[in-house]
């Protein structure tokens, strides 16, 4: 399958049409954004690992029962995926408080959870995806009640399938965030699921896995990227 003309350039993915009217190429950049695209750089390698990673993920998610747009990998950057109507929600789900989460309510980052949270964002960028509820979102008809009955079940039971693959790889899924799409009838998994969208960290020591290295500028980030990756794969 080739790619045909470019539908899209986000800020980690470029999106391709193909000749399957149903069939998407998405191609891994290695740019990487923080703080709504204000901060700018480049992580050498990244999307390598994280169209790798996701395909990986995406894979064991499809065998326990999971529907993800995978279709199949063509190259290190590039996969075929099936053409969803993306539901227009940044879906997080945290284990762990960190990030925006820890600030908001004033918990030091690390402290445990009594049970994992469901959150959304209303993806838009101009708006930089501000916090949404469930009325706010039938309300505004981004979803309806169904689909986010759906999109919070598949949501939780994502996240209980990704806490067991990371442990079992000696890290701890703190957080992480995922979109949903229409294909058909259905509500299937879509978008990525790497160090980018994910806070991970190493079970013994804590170190940060992922993003956040890029974010706070703590160094080594290509290396987080390749040690996620070569958990993975070992
Ligand atoms: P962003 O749009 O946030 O900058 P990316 O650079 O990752 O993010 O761009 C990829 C875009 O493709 C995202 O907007 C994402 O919602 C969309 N997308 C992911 N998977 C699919 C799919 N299967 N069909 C259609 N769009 C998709
Ligand atoms: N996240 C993401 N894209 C976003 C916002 C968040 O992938 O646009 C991920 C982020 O990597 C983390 C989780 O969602 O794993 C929760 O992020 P949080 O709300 O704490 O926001 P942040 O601190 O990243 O601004």
């Keep these: 399958m080739e790619k045909l003309e470019m539908l899209y350039e986000g800020k980690a993915k470029k999106v391709y049409q193909t000749e399957d009217p149903n069939l998407y190429i998405v191609e891994y950049k290695d740019d990487a954004t923080a703080f709504n695209g204000e901060k700018k ?28 747009h995978f279709v199949k990998e063509l190259s290190d950057r590039q996969t075929l995926v099936k053409k969803v109507e993306i539901v227009p929600l940044e879906v997080i789900v945290r284990n762990i408080a960190a990030g925006s989460f820890s600030k908001k309510f004033g918990v030091e980052e690390g402290t445990g959870l009594q049970n994992p949270i469901l959150e959304f964002s209303y993806k838009n960028d101009s708006l930089g995806d501000p916090m949404i509820n469930n009325m706010q979102i039938t309300a505004l008809g981004l979803a309806t009640e169904k689909e986010l009955d759906i999109i919070s079940q ?81």
């Design 154 to 234: 598949m949501a939780l039971k994502i996240n209980e399938l990704l806490k067991t693959f990371f442990w079992e790889r000696n890290i701890i899924l703190v957080d992480f965030k995922i979109e949903f799409g229409r294909c058909g009838a259905q509500i299937i998994l879509a978008d990525e699921i790497s160090p980018d969208t994910c806070r991970l960290w190493d079970k013994d020591t804590k170190e940060k896995l992922d993003k956040d290295r890029f974010r706070r500028d703590l160094g080594k980030v290509e290396q987080a990227y390749e040690e996620v990756w070569n958990r993975i794969t070992k």
């Design 41 to 68: 750089g480049s992580i050498a390698g990244k999307g390598v690992i994280n169209n790798k990673m996701t395909n990986i993920v995406f894979q064991y998610l499809e065998k326990n029962g999971i529907q993800t």
